[in-house]
């Protein structure tokens, strides 16, 4: 079918539809009639870039850290939704040319959920999968902690370990539970030897979480003679 007469040697086929491959062929024409036809040559439309992929997040102090599998060429675009369907309440929040963007307008104890899209001349890609992420928060409160191998001037501290801390402060007391500054800080395993203590004398202990954000409040005290 004819579809376009034009005096210049170059043409546009904006009516082309994504996905179909069409065939096209070139006739001159003058005052004195028409050409023969041109040699057949086929084409189609580039696709949109494809679905991304690899979608994270990851919780950081200011922000919900996000990450994907790069794609060459194109212009990310962020989307959050706070609705756990993943279908409705969707808001471009950003784009970048990089593959990962920070959320840093992310609300603490809010849990976002996620899609990211690739851009380029050929429109915008089907959106990734949709994944949830949150800022990190604080620890929870450590347990009381319990006392083994008891001596006369030693004992071992223990205490369970707290999901998301990555280290202790530890505080002592001697006499009756109350509150101290740190005993031993940044201590990154669940159990604690104390050595050199008095003889027939109480401490008492408690323990404080912390991750790369912030500290927990202070676990129980318990204490020993």
């Not at 949150?134 to 008891?150: C, G, L, Y």
């Not at 509150?179 to 323990?207: M, P």
Request: aromatic content about 12%.
């Amino acid at each position: 079918a004819l579809v376009q007469t034009r005096t210049s040697t170059t043409w546009d086929d904006a009516t082309a539809s994504l996905g179909v491959t069409y065939h096209y062929k070139i006739q001159a024409h003058n005052n004195c009639g028409d050409s023969a036809y041109s040699l057949c040559v086929s084409g189609r439309r580039l696709d949109p870039p494809s679905q991304v992929t690899g979608l994270n997040a990851s919780p950081t102090c200011p922000a919900v850290s996000l990450y994907w599998t790069d794609i060459a060429n194109v212009t990310f675009t962020v989307y959050r939704t706070e609705n756990p369907d993943c279908v409705t309440g969707w808001t471009a929040i950003g784009t970048t040319e990089d593959n990962g963007y920070n959320d840093a307008t992310a609300v603490l104890g809010t849990t976002y959920y996620y899609q990211a899209s690739a851009t380029d001349a050929c429109g915008e890609g089907p959106k990734s999968s949709c994944v949830s992420g949150a800022r990190m928060t604080a620890p929870a409160a450590p347990a009381a902690p319990t006392f083994t191998d008891v001596q006369c001037q030693r004992l071992t501290v223990n205490w369970a370990a707290v999901p998301t801390a990555l280290s202790y402060d530890i505080y002592r007391i001697v006499g009756d539970c109350g509150t101290t500054t740190a005993y031993v800080t940044n201590w990154n395993q669940t159990s604690f030897i104390d050595t050199f203590l008095a003889s027939n004398t109480k401490y008492s202990y408690y323990i404080v979480a912390k991750n790369s954000c912030f500290r927990s409040d202070p676990g129980p005290c318990s204490s020993v003679t």
